[in-house]
């Protein structure tokens, strides 16, 4: 009994409802996986199922039709005779193309190059290639009946008929010639002739009488001879490709330093999310221009301290060096040896070596990269940067467990890279003040030099960290450890640069007592994330990914701004286009930071009431705006906020500032600054002493020689700049310090500025925080100062009336800070390339002046922004304007750079199906027309 034969007919059917079962089942299971929470390793083998499912239709009917030939076994009990499995050969490719698109499509399929892509391009041209081989066969074939069929067409008529086939096949005669004798032959001969003549013609198409062959014909050749070596291409690329997305070859070509997670890595599938990171200066912090050119000379000058005092700093440089480079390169810094390293880690100093050798973006660029915080199950510890942080972090074929909000209704897309952890519904990662434990790893920095901790001890050792035992809402875990020095004043024994998340632990734990009170729209305590990764206005939701895989839909999520919206940007615009953004990004930077600066503060000028002699005085209230934290906060000696004082008379006349001091004239304004690098009209405490015949002790801030001071001639005494002095720390005990711009491993190295009129203290105005009153001996709060300021008012008529307007202005560095770097490199040997400033007036010609906020007098307390701090509903991002002017980045100078994107954008499966289908119907083509 002959077995039984699929026809063409048939084997159309099984491909078109073949192809519309995997969709069912790949696309389809998809949603099965979505509903079921699926993680990483179920949808690894989801995916692999539907690629050995294309394996077997692609390879099956050739592995199977080769076994029933050689081997008797397969033979026999095989079901189909040899056509059967020869139209398998021919059919199953097609609906491998189909399996093939939906296995890729089974993850979020994208644009960029890869090995499945690659492999799936293969696969289409072997299967054109077969089709080809098949579709000759056919051709050869169809010609050979086709001159079977003449040559009974002649066997049946005379001899001379015949003779006259052969001299028409064989071109033994011209056409004419032949046709003129057949026209003497009878009818009947005649309609044979002209049979034998339209059958040649078939022939001829492909197959010319006068040899050769077509063009078609030798398309097909040439296909069939590259079918067989192309196989074997395609499955050397087959294996390939599993050993390259199972990460097999990473493990072999790349150092476990290349092959960890990158932000890039995630820029696969959160490219949206990606593009604000890599313009947060937590994706800078690595790479960041002041960073890189701070490090070494506050190293270098480190070191220079330790031969200075012996071995006892040198201990604490050794065991300390690495403590910026923890909280700025947490990844990186794990592959550190050398203490003293410095960025970029991939770049040589002079005469030397790189820090990190054979090292991938992560370990090289990232900064505080997503694998930094999305591996972490749990907040890291208080100071936890301090050292080595933990990363958990996977490759970048396998990213471990990623942890973030839990996302329900619908659950999250099933994905093969990654698992989804979670926290519980009201803890790390779903509740801001949970997270927002995470952020004092690294924003307190603080070190403890005398070895008995860096809070100062109480009187009572079994006291609670989280008490407040002497009532000035200080946690007791946040205290300083200050003692008196031998002239009375106090003397910090630590080194504390910041204390960012103590700040916001207090405010937390005073919050119902000191903030409730004054705000009825904020019923709880803030997180950090509230202001710096504000929500879309109005909680808006968007996507968190670019493409959902199958036909999933890209659902919307709760979102937060991966920009981390602060205060710093970074000087020079390429490092943003080295991120794969437009330099003009930088500006958006900056409008996001005004919008959170202008939530920072309220001001208010005090109305002084009608004018009644030669000097009126105005008081300015400048008032801590519900903060989570103190103003300023961070890095306060770096961050410049000034007031812009002025008054005019009832007239629109300019009313000036009085002359405080014989020997110094006042500027008619005071905090005016011309240009956005110009330096700040700071009073030098010297010139100010011998202007005014003063003992150089008596002027405020006069034990500290700035950096570049101005002359008691030129200079504004009734600046108030809340900016504090970094200085050396006086290693000699001379009870003279210096600013500088690096950062000495002493104590008490930052100072508190005071306004050289009246020398009052630009102390920071707290939160929730109290502070001691030394006329009263009692705690009080200090959320806001009033800083007074005197008019010239002799020429006014009694009765007249005052309009005073300030404006509170921002620079993130001053311009002497960088200068002051630039000198500090001279001559040092620790410095890679990258990281020296040549020219920093080509970084200070990008600094800006952002004019935060602006009262005029009897206007009332006056916010630019109102933040969450304000309203529990509102978010920073409903303040964000363009900027202009002073407060923008001038790229004019040089033309934008044009780069590239962080990623190239995904394709939807219905547009890569179209792609796939397109060319299988090419091959289909081929494949189904109608054989000769």
């Known amino acids: 009994m002959a077995?039984?034969?699929?026809?063409?007919?048939?084997?159309?059917l099984i491909v078109i409802i073949g192809s519309l079962a995997l969709v069912a089942i790949g696309f389809g299971?998809?949603?099965?996986?979505?509903?079921?929470?699926?993680?990483?390793?179920t949808t690894l083998w989801f995916v692999v199922g539907i690629g050995v499912i294309t394996f077997l239709c692609f390879a099956g009917p050739g592995i199977a039709f080769v076994a029933r030939k050689r081997i008797a076994f397969v033979k026999k009990h095989i079901p189909g005779g040899s056509l059967s499995w020869v139209r398998a050969h021919l059919y199953m490719p097609v609906l491998a193309l189909v399996a093939a698109w939906v296995h890729a499509s089974t993850v979020p399929f994208r644009t960029v190059l890869s090995s499945g892509k690659v492999l799936l391009a293969?696969?289409?041209?072997?299967?054109?290639?077969?089709?080809?081989?098949?579709?000759?066969?056919?051709?050869?074939?169809?010609?050979?009946?086709?001159?079977?069929?003449?040559?009974?067409v002649a066997a049946s008529r005379s001899r001379v008929f015949r003779q006259l086939v052969i001299d028409y096949k064989q071109l033994r005669r011209p056409l004419a010639d032949i046709q003129a004798d057949v026209a003497a032959l009878s009818a009947a001969?005649?309609?044979?002739?002209?049979k034998v003549l339209e059958t040649q013609t078939k022939i001829d198409a492909d197959f010319p009488r006068g040899g050769g062959q077509s063009g078609s014909v030798r398309a097909y050749k040439l296909l069939r001879a590259t079918h067989a070596p192309l196989t074997i291409v395609l499955f050397l690329s087959l294996s390939f490709h599993l050993v390259d997305v199972l990460g097999a070859t990473d493990k072999v070509l790349a150092d476990s330093k290349e092959r960890i997670a990158s932000v890039q890595n995630c820029a696969d599938c959160h490219s949206d999310i990606v593009k604000e990171f890599r313009q947060s200066s937590m994706g800078n912090a690595q790479i960041g221009t002041i960073m890189e050119a701070q490090l070494p000379v506050t190293l270098a000058r480190n070191e220079e301290l330790a031969k200075l005092l012996g071995q006892d700093q040198q201990d604490l440089l050794d065991s300390s060096a690495q403590v910026c480079i923890n909280c700025h390169a947490p990844i990186g810094a794990r592959f550190v040896d050398s203490p003293t390293a410095v960025l970029p880690f991939d770049e040589a100093v002079p005469d030397g070596h790189p820090a990190v050798s054979n090292a991938g973006d992560a370990v090289n660029k990232d900064g505080v990269s997503c694998t930094v915080c999305h591996s972490q199950s749990a907040p890291l510890g208080e100071l936890a940067g301090a050292g080595p942080i933990n990363v958990n972090g996977g490759t970048r074929d396998d990213y471990g467990t990623v942890f973030g909000p839990i996302f329900s209704d619908p659950n999250p897309l099933p994905v093969r890279v990654h698992d989804f952890g979670s926290t519980s519904a009201d803890g790390f990662w779903n509740d801001t003040i949970a997270t927002?434990?995470?952020?004092?790893?690294?924003?307190?920095?603080?070190?403890?030099?005398?070895?008995?901790?860096?809070?100062?001890?109480?009187?009572?050792?079994?006291?609670?960290?989280e008490g407040d035992d002497n009532g000035n809402f200080q946690l007791n875990e946040n205290e300083l450890d200050i003692t008196k020095d031998a002239s009375g004043k106090d003397q910090l024994n630590d080194l504390v640069l910041q204390t960012t998340f103590d700040e916001w632990q207090d405010y937390v734990a005073?919050?119902?007592?000191q903030i409730a009170t004054k705000n009825p729209l904020v019923d709880k305590p803030l997180g950090c994330i509230d202001c710096h990764m504000p929500a879309n206005p109005g909680n808006a939701q968007e996507p968190v990914v670019d493409q959902a895989p199958g036909f999933l839909v890209v659902p919307d999520r709760p979102h937060r701004s991966h920009s981390f919206i602060g205060v710093d940007y970074d000087l020079d615009p390429s490092t943003y286009a080295r991120a794969g953004l437009d330099q003009s990004v930088i500006n958006d930077i900056l409008a996001e930071r005004k919008a959170l600066l202008a939530s920072a503060v309220s001001l208010e000028v005090l109305d002084a009431g009608a004018v009644a002699g030669p000097e009126q005085t105005v008081d300015v209230v400048v008032t801590n705006n519900l903060l989570g934290h103190v103003f300023p906060t961070g890095f306060a000696f770096a961050r410049q906020f000034w007031l812009e004082v002025s008054a005019k008379d009832s007239k629109g006349n300019t009313i000036c500032l009085q002359d405080p001091f014989p020997g110094i004239d006042s500027p008619c304004s005071s905090g005016v600054v011309p240009l956005v690098d110009a330096v700040l009209p700071q009073c030098d405490p010297a010139s100010v002493a011998t202007a005014t015949g003063t003992d150089l002790s008596a002027v405020p801030n006069g034990d500290i020689v700035f950096s570049e001071p101005v002359a008691a001639a030129t200079c504004d005494p009734w600046l108030a700049n809340f900016q504090k002095i970094l200085t050396d720390g006086d290693p000699l005990k001379t009870g003279r310090f210096t600013e500088v711009a690096y950062q000495s491993f002493l104590?008490?190295?930052?100072?508190t500025r005071k306004r050289i009129v009246d020398g009052k203290v630009m102390a920071p105005l707290q939160s929730v925080r109290r502070v001691l009153d030394p006329a009263t001996g009692q705690f009080v709060d200090a959320d806001s100062t009033t800083i007074p300021y005197a008019f010239d008012t002799s020429a006014l008529p009694a009765g007249d009336h005052l309009t005073v307007t300030v404006t509170m202005h921002f620079r993130h560095l001053p311009p002497e800070f960088v200068r002051s770097l630039a000198r500090e490199q001279e001559g040092l040997d620790n410095i890679t390339p990258s990281a020296l400033i040549g020219d920093p007036d080509d970084l200070t010609k990008h600094l800006t002046i952002t004019d935060v906020v602006t009262a005029i007098t009897g206007d009332g307390p006056i916010i630019g922004c109102e933040g969450p701090q304000n309203d529990a509903r509102r978010t920073i991002l409903e303040c964000v304007e363009?900027?202009?002017?002073?407060?923008?980045?001038?790229?004019?100078?040089?033309?934008?750079?044009?780069?590239?994107?962080l990623a190239l954008g995904t394709a939807q499966p219905l547009m890569s199906g179209m792609a796939v289908g397109g060319l299988t119907a090419i091959g289909g083509f081929l494949g189904f027309r109608r054989r000769r």
């Open 3 to 12: 077995k039984p034969q699929l026809k063409s007919r048939a084997w159309n």
């Open 29 to 41: 299971g998809l949603f099965v996986l979505q509903a079921g929470k699926a993680g990483a390793t």
């Open 122 to 152: 293969i696969a289409i041209v072997v299967s054109v290639c077969g089709i080809a081989r098949h579709h000759l066969i056919g051709v050869t074939k169809s010609a050979i009946n086709a001159d079977a069929q003449i040559s009974k």
């Open 189 to 194: 001969d005649q309609a044979a002739w002209a």
């Open 436 to 465: 927002s434990i995470a952020c004092g790893a690294c924003h307190n920095v603080k070190l403890d030099l005398n070895g008995n901790g860096v809070s100062a001890p109480t009187a009572d050792p079994n006291a609670d960290p």
């Open 510 to 513: 005073g919050f119902d007592a």
């Open 747 to 751: 104590p008490d190295i930052v100072k």
């Open 882 to 901: 363009p900027v202009t002017g002073n407060e923008a980045v001038d790229l004019s100078a040089g033309a934008a750079m044009s780069n590239p994107p």
